[in-house]
C-alpha cells in the first residue's frame, strides 16, 4: 500500500511569514499533485509535478518534487489569509508506464494564516 | 464546463436505510474516483471506475457499498443498509487520462446516518 505522509498536520501562522509543508512516501511516484482544500468545498488542483528534481512555481507558491520522487514540499511565501485551508498532497501512476491510474491522498496540513 | 456534479449535498437519513449518492462527470473524462474524507481518515479512496468500467474496489470498506456507471455523465455510490460510520463527507472527482491522472472534484454530499 502506498502512503503519503503529510506534515505538519497543522500550522498557524502570521500574515507575511514563510513557510513550508511537507509530504513523503517510501514509494515511488510518477507524477505527485498539490491540491487545497476550503471548507464545504472539494480539493482544488494547483500543480502537478513529474520529474525527480522538479521546481514549479505559481505565484507565491513554489513547489519541489524530491530527486527520488518519494518526497514534495510546498513552500509559500509571504503568506496571506487567503492561503488559509487544507494542502493535500496526492501521488499517482501512469498507466502507460504500467503503473497505477490511482491516485492516494495524504491526510493534508490545516493552514491558518492570521491577519 | 459545470464541474463535477454531486448531489444531494446534505443527506441525514437513520441507521438501516438505504442511502444513493450521485454524480455527474465532467463531460469528456474517462476517469471516475469515489473518495470519503473523514478527520481521522483523510481522503480515501474508495473505487475509481476507468471509461465506465471499475478497475479497483480494494477501498470500499464492505459488502454494504457498491457502486455503478451506467455510462459516461453518470455514477452512483449506494449504501445499504447504512449505519453511523458511514457519516463522512463523500467526494466524487473525474479525470483525463493524459500523462497523468489529475482529479477534479465535486463539491462532496456530506452524509449523517443517526
Known amino acids: 500500500t502506498q502512503l503519503l505522509e503529510q506534515s505538519p498536520q497543522f500550522l498557524s501562522i502570521q500574515e507575511g511569514e514563510n513557510l513550508t509543508v511537507y509530504c513523503n512516501s517510501s514509494?515511488?511516484?510518477?507524477?505527485l499533485q498539490w491540491y487545497r482544500q476550503e471548507p464545504g468545498e472539494g480539493p482544488v488542483l494547483l500543480v502537478t509535478?513529474?520529474?525527480?528534481?522538479e521546481v514549479k512555481k505559481l505565484k507565491r507558491l513554489t513547489f519541489q518534487f524530491g530527486d527520488a520522487r518519494k518526497d514534495s514540499s510546498l513552500h509559500i511565501t509571504a503568506a496571506q489569509p487567503g492561503d488559509t485551508g487544507l494542502y493535500l498532497c496526492?501521488?499517482?501512476?501512469?498507466?502507460?508506464?504500467?503503473?497505477?491510474?490511482?491516485?492516494?491522498f495524504g491526510k493534508g496540513t490545516k493552514l491558518t494564516v492570521n491577519p | 464546463d459545470a464541474g463535477v456534479i454531486q448531489s444531494p449535498r446534505h443527506e441525514v437519513t437513520e441507521m438501516g436505510q438505504e442511502v444513493t449518492l450521485r454524480c455527474k462527470p465532467i463531460?469528456?473524462?474517462?476517469?471516475l474516483f469515489w473518495y470519503r474524507q473523514t478527520m481521522m481518515r483523510g481522503l480515501e479512496l474508495l473505487i475509481y471506475?476507468?471509461?465506465?468500467?471499475?478497475?479497483?474496489d480494494s477501498g470500499m470498506p464492505e459488502d454494504r457499498f457498491s457502486a455503478k456507471m451506467p455510462n459516461a455523465s453518470f455514477s452512483t455510490l449506494k449504501i445499504q443498509p447504512s449505519e453511523p460510520r458511514d457519516s463522512a463527507v463523500y467526494f466524487c472527482?473525474?479525470?483525463?487520462?493524459?500523462?497523468?491522472?489529475?482529479?477534479?472534484f465535486g463539491q462532496g454530499t456530506r452524509l449523517t446516518v443517526v
Open positions: 472527482a473525474s479525470g483525463y487520462s493524459g500523462m497523468n491522472t489529475e482529479a477534479f
Open positions: 514509494s515511488v511516484f510518477s507524477s
Open positions: 509535478v513529474v520529474t525527480g528534481g
Open positions: 496526492a501521488g499517482g501512476g501512469r498507466k502507460t508506464q504500467g503503473g497505477s491510474e490511482k491516485l492516494v
Open positions: 463531460s469528456g473524462h474517462d476517469y
Open positions: 471506475f476507468n471509461n465506465n468500467v471499475p478497475i479497483d
